[in-house]
C-alpha cells in the first residue's frame, strides 16, 4: 500500500515538473501576389515576440496573408497539447459587436509542428470581420490539462484592411471549409440536347448518288431487248428460280437494315447465309445454263433442232 502511495505521488511529481514549450516560432505576414515577405518575426515561449505597435507595423493590405509556424515540446520533446490556438481581440470593441475570435490549429502528434495560414479558409475572414475592427491584438494560447496554466504568447497588434471590417453577406462563408458548401448550392439549369436538326445534303453529292444506284438498273434494261429479242421471257428453271429468290432477299434485307437502322452484328448471320445460298444457287444455275446452251448447240449443228425453238427455250 505504501509503495502504490509512494509511485503515484513520484508519478505526479514528475508530470508536474514536466514543462510545456513553444520553440522555433515565427510570425510573418507575406503578398500571396509577389510571393514576398513583408515582415517575419521569430519567437518561444522563453523569449515572446517584439510587440510591433500600429505606427511601426503598416496596415495589411487585401493581399496579405498571415502566417504562423512553431514546434511544442514537453520536457525537451515533440509534443501535442490538446489545445492551440490563435486568440483575436478587438481592443476597442463595442457593445453590439464580439470581443475575441478564435481559430484552432492543428499541431502533429510526431514532431510537434503546427502551421497557420488566414488564406486557408473563407471563414477566417468572415470572423476577423465579425469583429468590426481594423486594429486586434493577436495571442497563442497553447495548453494542456496537465499543465496548471497555458501558454500566452502576445504576437503583437496589427492593423487589418478596410474590407475586414465589413461582414460578408454570403451566409456559405460561415460554414466549415470541408462541408463543401458550394456542392449543394443551387445549380444552373441543365440544358441538353439529345438530338441535332438534321442536316441538308449538298444537291451535287445527293445526285451523284443518285445516279451510281441508278446505274446498274439503267444497263439492265438497255440488255433487256438484246437478251430477249421476240419480247418473251423464257420460263427459268427451279434453280434459276431460288437464285432470283435469294437476291430478291438480300436486295430486301439490304433495304430493311437501312430504312430502320438495324445493328450490323445483328444482321451479318442472315447477311452471310442469304449471300451463301446466292453462291450457290447461282453457280449450279449458271452451270445448267450452260450445259443446256451447249446441248442446243450441238443439236442444232446436228439438225435435230430448229432456230425458232432453240430461241424459244432461251
Known amino acids: 500500500m505504501q509503495w502504490s502511495i509512494l509511485v503515484a505521488v513520484l508519478a505526479l511529481a514528475g508530470r508536474a515538473s514536466a514543462t510545456l514549450a513553444v520553440q522555433d516560432g515565427k510570425f510573418s505576414i507575406v503578398d500571396s501576389v509577389s510571393a514576398s515577405i513583408i515582415s517575419s518575426d521569430s519567437f518561444s515561449s522563453s523569449s515572446p515576440a517584439l510587440v510591433h505597435e500600429d505606427e511601426d507595423r503598416r496596415p495589411l493590405s487585401e493581399t496579405d496573408v498571415?502566417?504562423?509556424?512553431?514546434?511544442?515540446?514537453r520536457d525537451g520533446k515533440p509534443f501535442q497539447p490538446q489545445q492551440a490556438s490563435l486568440v483575436v481581440?478587438?481592443?476597442?470593441?463595442?457593445?453590439n459587436s464580439p470581443t475575441t475570435a478564435q481559430f484552432a490549429i492543428k499541431v502533429r502528434p510526431n514532431s510537434g509542428k503546427a502551421k497557420w495560414d488566414s488564406s486557408s479558409s473563407p471563414a477566417i475572414q468572415t470572423q476577423l470581420a465579425s469583429l468590426d475592427a481594423t486594429t486586434v491584438d493577436l495571442t497563442l494560447v497553447v495548453g494542456h490539462p496537465h499543465e496548471p496554466e497555458p501558454l500566452q504568447?502576445?504576437?503583437g497588434r496589427i492593423q487589418l484592411p478596410p474590407s475586414f471590417a465589413a461582414p460578408t453577406s454570403d451566409p456559405s462563408l460561415l460554414l466549415p471549409k470541408h462541408w463543401e458548401a458550394e456542392k449543394y448550392a443551387p445549380q444552373p439549369e441543365i440544358v441538353w440536347t439529345f438530338r441535332d436538326g438534321e442536316k441538308s445534303v449538298n444537291p451535287i453529292v445527293a445526285l451523284v448518288g443518285l445516279a451510281v444506284v441508278l446505274a446498274p438498273w439503267v444497263v439492265l434494261l438497255a440488255t433487256v431487248p438484246r437478251l430477249v429479242p421476240n419480247g418473251r421471257f423464257p420460263l427459268p428453271s427451279g434453280t434459276t428460280t431460288l437464285f432470283l429468290l435469294s437476291l430478291l432477299a438480300l436486295e430486301s434485307l439490304s433495304v430493311i437494315s437501312w430504312v430502320y437502322f438495324l445493328?450490323?452484328?445483328?444482321t451479318l448471320p442472315y447477311f452471310a447465309a442469304i449471300a451463301a445460298t446466292s453462291v450457290l444457287t447461282g453457280r449450279r444455275a449458271l452451270g445448267e445454263m450452260a450445259h443446256a446452251r451447249k446441248t442446243r448447240?450441238?443439236?442444232?449443228?446436228?439438225g435435230k433442232v430448229p432456230v425458232s425453238a432453240e430461241r424459244k427455250q432461251l
Do not use: D, M, Q
Request: aromatic residues 4%; hydrophobic residues 60%.
Open 66 to 73: 498571415l502566417k504562423l509556424a512553431f514546434t511544442v515540446t
Open 89 to 95: 481581440v478587438n481592443p476597442l470593441h463595442s457593445g
Open 153 to 155: 504568447i502576445h504576437l
Open 263 to 266: 445493328p450490323v452484328l445483328h
Open 297 to 302: 448447240a450441238a443439236a442444232a449443228a446436228a
